[in-house]
T-cell receptor, first 113, second 117 residues
Framework: AQKVTQAQTEISVVEKEDVTLDCVYE???????LFWYKQPPSGELVFLIR??????QNEISGRYSWNFQKSTSSFNFTITASQVVDSAVYFC??????????FGTGTRLQVFP | KAGVTQTPRYLIKTRGQQVTLSCSPI?????VSWYQQTPGQGLQFLFE???????NKGNFPGRFSGRQFSNSRSEMNVSTLELGDSALYLC????????????????FGPGTRLTVL
């Protein structure tokens, strides 16, 4: 069975703090894809990153970085120097090669000024 | 490019009624997927359409149905509404690679918030 676990329900930080959102996945497939989406209060899911199981390289995009470790089945997301605009619910998702995403329960991030 | 659009944005219905939600994908995208988001169950996959055919289906009762038109626009229908159908319904579009162990990135619309009274 496939499953995505985001154990952190809610995280609160003060602006400029670094914050890491955890994502642990389960799958028996050797080929799979991992995603992070951001859901601001408006409701739309905004795509942040996609990673396939063959590529364990970490990625950095501005203040965002992602750490993919197959050995621990984790795909963690770090925001450096957080800002109020980063406040949202963040979802980690898994796909096995069809267009069906299996989502975690989400982590609500609140960044206070 | 314009993003995924969904109409209407908000709907209020009563139990027993039926409802139709609409989704227009990003230009050039041929796959449309639908998801239901509720506080209790989170984000759950409903179904996916590609080239006017349902290609994938989640675990929802037959009251939930959909279709896709030749221009890739999609509609989702829920019949005999129940209180538990109150949710945010999200549509996502992707290029739609046909088969194989590949997957596209899905881009989501703003959702339709359905309230069943």
């Amino acid at each position: 069975a496939q499953k995505v676990t985001q154990a952190q329900t809610e995280i609160s930080v003060v602006e400029k703090e670094d914050v890491t959102l955890d994502c642990v996945y389960e799958t028996r497939d050797t080929t799979y894809y991992l995603f992070w989406y951001k859901q601001p209060p408006s409701g739309e899911l905004v795509f942040l990153i996609r990673r396939n199981s063959f590529d364990e390289q970490n990625e950095i995009s501005g203040r965002y970085s992602w750490n993919f470790q197959k050995s621990t089945s984790s795909f963690n997301f770090t925001i450096t120097a957080s800002q109020v605009v980063d406040s949202a619910v963040y979802f980690c998702a898994l796909s096995r090669g069809t267009d069906k995403l299996i989502f975690g329960t989400g982590t609500r991030l609140q960044v206070f000024p | 490019k314009a993003g995924v659009t969904q109409t209407p944005r908000y709907l209020i219905k009563t139990r027993g009624q039926q409802v139709t939600l609409s989704c227009s994908p990003i230009s050039g995208h041929r796959s449309v997927s639908w998801y239901q988001q509720t506080p209790g169950q989170g984000l759950q996959f409903l179904f996916e359409y590609f080239s006017e055919t349902q290609r994938n289906k989640g675990n929802f009762p037959g009251r939930f149905s959909g279709r896709q038109f030749s221009n890739s626009r999609s509609e989702m229908n829920v019949s005999t509404l129940e209180l538990g159908d109150s949710a945010l319904y999200l549509c996502a579009s992707s290029l739609g690679l046909a088969g194989g162990l590949r997957t596209d990135t899905q881009y989501f619309g703003p959702g339709t918030r359905l309230t069943v009274l």
